[in-house]
């Protein structure tokens, strides 16, 4: 999604393709007009001539495929060898055959990288209370419901206090 201050909207997108592609403006001139480049310019113009309307929305600049991805089944061992053995990124590297770089990376993407993350006891990830928005509180009523043993017994003071002294 664009932002306010965007130099091309998708409303100014549409008008910037309607005059090279309908209009028969020159790309120069109107890259110019609309003070963006010349490759830019072509680019709307391009897409407005294979899309149409649908084609002024903003897109993903995210690939969409990465061909050097760690394969599922490498992840698989690096989370399992972490999560069961506890080893750090060079150890586990060793044991499955690739660069301990790429076994972090994993790790982080799969929040494990460090072993505070995970819990000693079962070796799962440490599920922790989290919020929307920074600021937000937790509320909790707590109400003592009579003698507790070893819990310190709370004593008026004040004037009542003083006199029953």
């Known amino acids: 999604m664009s932002h306010a201050n965007a130099a091309l909207?998708?409303?100014?997108?549409?008008?910037?393709?309607?005059?090279i592609v309908?209009?028969?403006w020159p790309v120069a001139r109107v890259a110019?007009?609309?003070?963006?480049?010349?490759?830019?310019?072509?680019?709307?113009?391009?897409?407005?001539?294979?899309?149409?309307?649908?084609?002024?929305?903003?897109?993903?600049?995210?690939?969409h495929h990465s061909p050097?991805?760690?394969?599922?089944?490498?992840?698989?061992?690096?989370?399992?060898?972490?999560?069961?053995?506890?080893?750090?990124?060079?150890?586990?590297?060793?044991?499955v055959g690739c660069a301990p770089s790429t076994v972090h990376q994993v790790l982080v993407r799969?929040?494990?990288?460090?072993?505070?993350?995970?819990?000693r006891a079962t070796g799962e990830?440490?599920?922790?209370?989290e919020r929307e928005a920074p600021g937000d509180l937790l509320h909790a009523d707590v109400k003592k419901?009579?003698?507790i043993p070893g819990w310190p017994r709370v004593r008026r003071s004040g004037v009542a206090g003083i006199l029953a002294t």
């Open 9 to 19: 909207t998708p409303r100014a997108r549409m008008k910037l393709a309607r005059l």
């Open 22 to 24: 309908e209009g028969g």
């Open 32 to 63: 110019e007009r609309f003070q963006v480049s010349w490759p830019t310019a072509k680019r709307w113009a391009e897409r407005y001539r294979a899309d149409g309307l649908a084609g002024m929305a903003d897109r993903s600049s995210r690939p």
């Open 68 to 95: 050097r991805a760690t394969r599922a089944p490498m992840v698989r061992k690096i989370v399992h060898l972490r999560w069961k053995q506890r080893l750090g990124p060079v150890a586990i590297a060793d044991r």
């Open 110 to 119: 799969c929040r494990i990288n460090r072993l505070a993350h995970v819990d």
């Open 125 to 129: 990830p440490v599920r922790r209370y």
């Open 145 to 147: 419901l009579g003698n």
